[in-house]
């Protein structure tokens, strides 16, 4: 019997483009296993990735790794940065501790000279309508972040004790 040689010239897998809209999370556990089921070295993780998404959502990769391109970047850093920009705040957050969480997150990646600005864009994305964006819509754009964040702890901080004085006047008039 003669011996057989298997040679692979194609991948294990395939694997469906992410486009702007579709689930990050889902896409990026499919990503995960197409490149281990390939043995995808690490050096060639962000190419498969780049070839992977959509041209809109490269464009909002370039975006992110700005004001580097996002084959400088290591595969880790690019996930990284795409976590701290999908970060969102939750309900019971105070802006105090969104503006941590979000500092935090982008403190791991490399932004670089842009740090600063990406801290304030995502800062001023996560909130949510109300007062709080409202008021710091109205500032300058050239505020500096920690001005902006500032003023959304002390509108919060307003905003709080309004509703306590409004129970308060409920409540007495319930009495």
Do not use: H
Request: charged share 35%; glycine share 4%.
């Amino acid at each position: 019997m003669a011996n057989v040689t298997v040679i692979n010239t194609g991948n294990l897998a395939s694997l469906r483009t992410y486009n702007i809209g579709d689930d990050w999370e889902i896409f990026a556990e499919r990503l995960e296993q197409y490149l281990k089921a390939n043995k995808v070295e690490e050096e060639r993780k962000v190419s498969v990735l780049i070839t992977s998404i959509s041209e809109e959502a490269y464009k909002t990769l370039k975006n992110l790794c700005d004001p580097v391109k996002p084959y400088e970047k290591s595969y880790a850093d690019i996930k990284e940065s795409k976590e701290t920009f999908d970060l969102l705040r939750q309900g019971a957050e105070s802006i105090n501790e969104w503006f941590v969480k979000v500092k935090k997150a982008a403190a791991d990646c490399e932004f670089g000279t842009s740090l600063t600005e990406r801290v304030k864009d995502k800062f001023l994305v996560g909130l949510k309508p109300g007062r709080v964006l409202d008021k710091l819509c109205e500032e300058k754009p050239s505020r500096e972040l920690q001005e902006l964040l500032d003023i959304a702890v002390a509108k919060e901080a307003a905003i709080k004790e309004s509703r306590e004085v409004e129970v308060n006047k409920l409540e007495r008039v319930q009495e």
